[in-house]
């Protein structure tokens, strides 16, 4: 696929980092100079060959390292992982979206082989190889969404639709923006959503709502969210937020370039054919500023994003304390010159 | 809803009359692959050129979901309706080209429930055997009251019985046999849910019998197609572009504006996503509303169209595109 997989860490020593592919294909989520919240859905159809759209599910070049965090993550804290019951069949709808999508468009690294209800399935990259029945629990090692959530780079809730709302009742979250699966579980859609600012009065949720109820099988759709990140930290979790939450008090305008990451989600939703339920694939894309610099639209346009935000939205994201520090930084590389529309850096 | 949703490329496979009312249609992919998998209780609409008018109508899928090469609907003959049934009775034959949508699920099991009851009446039946076809396998309780009026035009009661043996009951009206439906719903375990698909009269019956003897909304669940809405040509101005289009029969207002190269914002193109919401600049006559996005209020008021679905009627309409 003309690239390997990092050896690298997001946690301790945070060996983590960007290779000049990697940061060329990041999803910059800002497509014009400011920042607001709106319901920015579009269609998850193919994009850019090269780009995180190409394919349904993208597998890059920090696969590995993520699946062995996720693993760690889940020995530390079982709990990141649940399904309620009645969503089992929601996790085999979900296993066999993804192996299909991968199998088709990553053929060198994955394999499906289906007869009936007895599926082979095989992941050389992790050098996996399975036998199993489909729909029959027994036959693999985890639950179907825990199986192959622990081969999908990426987190995955999984919401039930009933009573016109969404219920989140299946998940398997170890790279979130701090929010918790454990204590979000069972919620319908306003609950879980609660705790954003200004979107609620914008109406942004109700439509929102209104919209995922009658999503359709066939038509995934996408959208970004976004945070700032100390650290190359995939696990930002409220249940370890005493180990990370202080790191924002560490950064000065010396390391910011270093330290300071956006953080990315791009999230799809998919119409689940069996369970009628919708998967919601949240997809963690980080990159730390001295990277992101290297793309000089990206450089000048985020330095007038995070100038400009609202605080309300900068002190949810976490960031209002640094970010005088983080302007001052992102102003050396904005001289003012107009961006582009749109998010390619090269356009 | 279904409208503008991803659409399949099938050919009519089979047509079998079932009685003097009711023809039963298997599509199949036209390239040969296997149909999406879908759950109980979906429908797909299904495209219809007829003679130039085109007919979009949902019909619930009624066979086995699990059964990807292949859908099949069940199509009673409706003398007096707009003519969806009376094309496909007439004119849809084996080895036909045709188009539908991807399988939509507005009548789904509850996946909670600890049993399903099941009460159809007429062509009603026909979400339900999806439903069954799906529960079975997985070990979920469901029972079967199926209401018809005479035993001939009873369709598929023998090959349900064969399959569910005494978990379906069957009442003939023609020989006095009637649902006792507050015995029915006195006796059901906790946790029970309900489902009603059949007439009009049928639906308001359940839901209010229910509703008197205490079950929870939210375990009462219902299903009823209503007609798509009728479309007459009217005219339409665009006072940003400056352009005057005319919209067809069978064509909704973002597709005329398309036609005429005015670039109109959408997003789901089924009056639900809100993406397409236009402004009317002024409305001599009357806005027929289809979508399920503007508020009653905003609807009466005339200020705001969902030009992907609703149409007009009545002496001038100028949009703000």
């Keep these: 696929m003309g690239f390997e997989f990092n050896t690298e860490t997001f946690r ?9 592919r990697a940061i060329a294909r990041f999803p910059f989520p800002f497509d014009r100079d400011d920042y607001m919240y ?32 996720r693993d760690l993550v889940l020995k530390e804290d079982p709990l990141r992982c649940q399904s309620l019951p009645h969503m089992e069949m929601a996790g085999w709808d979900l296993l066999e979206l993804i192996m299909e999508s991968k199998a088709r468009d990553y053929p060198d690294w994955f394999e499906l082989h289906r007869q009936g209800n007895k599926w082979h399935w095989i992941n050389k990259p992790m050098q996996i190889e399975q036998k199993f029945t489909f729909l029959d629990s027994s036959t693999l090692p985890y639950g179907p969404m ?15 639709q009933r009573d016109e709302n969404l219920w989140i009742e299946a998940g398997m979250v170890t790279t979130q923006a701090d929010w918790s699966l454990d204590f979000d579980i069972g919620m319908g859609f306003h609950e879980w959503h609660a705790p954003v600012p200004l979107a609620h009065e914008k109406g942004v949720f109700d439509r929102a709502l ?20 100390v650290d190359p930290l995939l696990d930002t979790s409220p249940e370890n937020y005493p180990k990370w939450g202080p790191t924002r008090a560490e950064i000065t305008p010396e390391n910011v370039g270093q330290r300071m990451h956006l953080r990315v989600e791009l999230q799809t939703l998919w119409r689940l054919p069996r369970s009628n339920a919708i998967a919601f694939p949240i997809r963690c894309y980080l990159i730390k500023f001295d990277e992101l610099v290297t793309q000089p639209k990206w450089a000048r346009r985020l330095h007038r994003v995070v100038r400009d935000l609202h605080p309300d939205l900068a002190a949810y994201k976490g960031f209002l304390r640094n970010r005088d520090t983080m302007v001052a930084y992102l102003s050396q590389y904005d001289d003012g010159a107009p961006t582009s529309p749109g998010w390619w850096p090269e356009d | 809803m279904s409208v503008g949703a991803p659409r399949i490329d099938v050919t009519v496979a089979e047509v079998v009359q079932v009685n003097d009312l009711i023809k039963r249609f298997r599509f199949v992919r036209t390239d040969g692959g296997p149909m999406p998998t879908f759950s109980g209780g979906a429908h797909v609409v299904v495209d219809m050129d007829d003679h130039g008018t085109r007919r979009m109508n949902p019909y619930s899928l009624m066979s086995d979901p699990g059964d990807v090469s292949g859908y099949e609907i069940s199509v009673r003959r409706d003398e007096a309706g707009r003519g969806g049934s009376l094309y496909m009775h007439r004119h849809v034959t084996p080895g036909m080209a045709m188009q539908i949508s991807y399988p939509v699920n507005l009548f789904p099991a509850d996946a909670r429930a600890k049993k399903h009851l099941f009460l159809a009446g007429g062509i009603g039946i026909t979400p339900f055997m999806s439903l069954m076809a799906q529960l079975q396998p997985m070990g979920q309780r469901f029972e079967l009251h199926y209401a018809v009026r005479s035993l001939a035009l009873g369709a598929y009661v023998d090959r349900l019985r064969d399959a569910y043996a005494e978990r379906v009951h069957i009442y003939v009206d023609e020989k006095g046999e009637a649902i006792d439906l507050k015995s029915l719903l006195s006796t059901q375990p906790l946790g029970t849910h309900l489902y009603v698909c059949g007439p009009k009269g049928m639906i308001d019956w359940v839901k ?45 207002i973002l597709e005329a504006m398309e036609a005429a190269g005015v670039d109109a914002p959408y997003l789901c193109r089924g009056g639900a996503c809100g993406q397409c919401e236009t402004a009317v600049v002024r409305c001599d006559g009357h806005i027929h509303h289809h979508d399920h996005w503007l508020s009653d209020d905003e609807k009466a008021s005339q200020t705001k169209i969902m030009p992907c679905v609703s149409r007009f009627e009545g002496k001038a309409l100028v949009l703000d595109r």
């Design chain 1, 12 to 20: 301790n020593d945070f060996t983590f980092r960007n290779s000049p």
């Design chain 1, 38 to 69: 709106s319901v920015n859905m579009e269609p998850h159809v193919p994009g850019r060959p090269g780009s995180v759209f190409e394919h349904a599910f993208d597998v890059d070049e920090h696969y590995l390292a993520e699946m062995r965090d």
């Design chain 1, 146 to 160: 825990e199986y192959i959530t622990r081969q999908t780079q990426g987190d995955f809730t999984l919401q039930d």
């Design chain 1, 210 to 229: 209104k919209f995922l109820l009658k999503l359709q099988h066939g038509a995934p759709v996408r959208r970004f969210n976004w945070t700032m990140t």
């Design chain 2, 208 to 252: 209010a019998t229910a509703t008197g003897m205490g079950w929870p909304k939210n375990t009462v669940h219902s299903e009823e197609f209503l007609a798509p809405p009728v479309g007459q040509p009217f005219q339409v101005e665009l006072a940003a572009s400056g352009k005057s289009i005319k919209v067809g029969a069978a064509q909704s």
